[in-house]
């Protein structure tokens, strides 16, 4: 079982939908990484954090350090939203190194 | 403010030459680099860590003599492919940190080796 978890692989939304995606991961953590990566290749860093809840535009991200979980969350979706998104945890035991999460690839339907 | 860049964005190499990608953190100083590579449809790999100064610590089945790496300023970092083989190709990024704790991410450079 990897330590970080994301769900879902996949997801296809309607413009304007809400737009969630979770990431869960077992192990200690010193912070939560969310990335875009759009299909050119270049990565966005869109997110870090180690609690609560930051809010970029229509983009939340929220943490649960008890329930280890976080998610994404998109609101408003538009078609530009088209992305892989990649949650990364800092894993202290291994010195802060990032460990990635499957990716969910979306797809924002005109 | 955390902006990285990497320079170039995209290069095509003949096989058996060597490739070099820099790595810069633009409005801070990064302690520490790290260097990951992505394959097609796989997530990303941490290949190295390097810390200005020092050398590189290189993740288990990276070959150090192949992938070299130069941390010599707190605000570059190089990462040169030498002996470059068409299995090398691949999407190689750079983080940066100022901390050692949070990473910024450049946005990428993606290698062909012909």
């Known amino acids: 079982k990897n330590e970080v978890e994301q769900s879902p692989q996949n997801l296809t939304a309607q413009e304007g939908e809400f737009i969630t995606i979770n990431c869960s991961y077992s192990?200690?953590?010193?912070?939560l990484h969310w990335l875009q990566q759009h299909p050119g290749g270049g990565i966005v860093s869109l997110f870090m954090l180690s609690s609560g809840k930051k809010k970029h535009g229509r983009l939340i991200a929220t943490i649960n350090i008890q329930e280890k979980h976080s998610s994404l969350h998109i609101t408003a979706s538009h078609p530009r939203d088209s992305a892989v998104y990649i949650c990364a945890a800092a894993i202290k035991a291994a010195g802060n190194k990032l460990t990635f999460g499957g990716g969910t690839r979306v797809l924002v339907k005109p | 403010g955390a902006v990285v860049s990497q320079h170039p964005s995209w290069v095509i190499c003949k096989s058996g030459t060597s490739v070099k990608i820099e790595c810069r953190s633009l409005d801070f100083q990064a302690t520490t680099m790290f260097w990951y590579r992505q394959f097609p449809k796989q997530s990303l790999m941490l290949m190295a860590t390097s810390n200005e100064g020092s050398k590189a610590t290189y993740e288990q089945g990276v070959e150090k003599d192949k992938f070299l790496i130069n941390h010599a300023s707190l605000t570059l970092s190089t990462l040169t492919v030498t002996s470059a083989h068409p299995e090398d190709s691949s999407f190689y990024i750079c983080s940066a940190s100022p901390t050692g704790a949070e990473q910024y991410f450049g946005p990428g450079t993606r290698l062909t080796v012909t």
């Open positions: 192990v200690g953590i010193s912070a």
